[in-house]
T-cell receptor
Framework: ETGVTQSPTHLIKTRGQQVTLRCSSQ?????VSWYQQALGQGPQFIFQ???????GRGNFPPRFSGLQFPNYSSELNVNALELDDSALYLC????????????????FGAGSRLTVL | RKEVEQDPGPFNVPEGATVAFNCTYS??????FFWYRQDCRKEPKLLMS???SGNEDGRFTAQLNRASQYISLLIRDSKLSDSATYLC????????????FGTGTRLTVIP
């Protein structure tokens, strides 16, 4: 069974630019969550996608948006990048849809490390 | 107040030592608890769930104290391979937006 894969692994952008990060969920998983992990911090929940719709959102501004595709893969888009957006962006898939209730079902990808200059 | 608080460390311990980490959570209605391990520049991976009665997995023991709202992780006979950051995770309820990660406690096991 394939795990969660993310791309790109590293990227550098400048302030004001836009970025798209991609995630392929683990086989059999239909739900994708995105997290931001700043240096020295724990992962912060951005949002979750289930059945191609946003299903829960953390405390992130609207310039953070996403998509989920019929094959359950997902994209995270960040517009008008700011220096504080520099972080590791983690995608986690899970086999549950609505009613998700446990961290024990999350499988994380290796992340995309974004640097904003 | 943060949902989950951990001592960031670092904890530097010799091989074979016993080390314990604590994590406190703010919401008494929190329902489930976990410890994740994150190696340097890698993704978090589930280490173990934490059950009300406490649970053990080899050298690792997790405890939950609901009255004091903290969870703990004890590592016995530390190995070099235990060096990592240990993240405390608390679930307040249904929905991924109710899942909170601590900042992590960094452990380095020294030869």
């Amino acid at each position: 069974e394939t795990g969660v894969t993310q791309s790109p692994t590293h990227l550098i952008k400048t302030r004001g630019q836009q970025v798209t990060l991609r995630c392929s969920s683990q086989s059999g998983h239909n739900t994708v969550s995105w997290y931001q992990q700043a240096l020295g911090q724990g992962p912060q929940f951005i949002f979750q996608y289930y059945r191609e719709e946003e299903n829960g959102r953390g405390n992130f501004p609207p310039r953070f948006s996403g998509l989920q595709f019929p094959n359950y893969s997902s994209e995270l888009n960040v517009n008008a990048l700011e220096l504080d957006d520099s972080a590791l962006y983690l995608c986690a898939s899970s086999p549950l849809g609505q009613g998700f209730s446990g961290a024990n079902v999350l499988t994380f990808g290796a992340g995309s490390r974004l640097t904003v200059l | 107040r943060k949902e989950v608080e951990q001592d960031p460390g670092p904890f530097n311990v010799p091989e074979g030592a016993t080390v314990a980490f604590n994590c406190t959570y703010s919401n008494s209605a929190s329902q489930s608890f976990f410890w994740y391990r994150q190696d340097c520049r890698k993704e978090p991976k589930l280490l173990m769930s934490v059950y009300s009665s406490g649970n053990e997995d080899g050298r690792f023991t997790a405890q939950l104290n609901r009255a004091s709202q903290y969870i703990s992780l004890l590592i016995r006979d530390s190995k070099l391979s235990d060096s990592a950051t240990y993240l405390c995770v608390v679930n307040k309820g249904i929905g991924a937006n109710n899942l909170f990660f601590g900042t992590g406690t960094r452990l380095t096991v020294i030869p």
